[in-house]
């Protein structure tokens, strides 16, 4: 597959063909980091590390639940 890089503002720009794009699982406005390796142009995505402190900040009295005290039932330890 062959793209033309062409002027966009001061820079220089390239299409990515919705097919690689689809492949590598992105979407617009999606991270990558771009490299240079041994005279070859990288891109690949930059996935999102979730920490416990942006999961816990997502809990809302909305969706807290309440707690469950029962019986164990399946292959539990007690």
Not at 38 to 46: E, M, N, R, S, Y
Not at 57 to 76: A, C, M, Q, R
């Amino acid at each position: 597959m062959s793209a033309k890089i062409q002027k966009w503002g001061n820079s220089l720009g390239l299409r990515i063909p919705k097919a690689v794009i689809e492949a590598a699982e992105l979407k617009e406005n999606s991270e990558v980091e771009i490299q240079n390796k041994d005279g070859a142009i990288v891109i690949f995505p930059i996935k999102s590390q979730m920490t416990l402190e942006s999961l816990l900040s997502k809990i809302t009295t909305k969706n807290l639940h309440t707690e469950i005290d029962d019986e164990p039932e399946g292959n539990e330890v007690w």
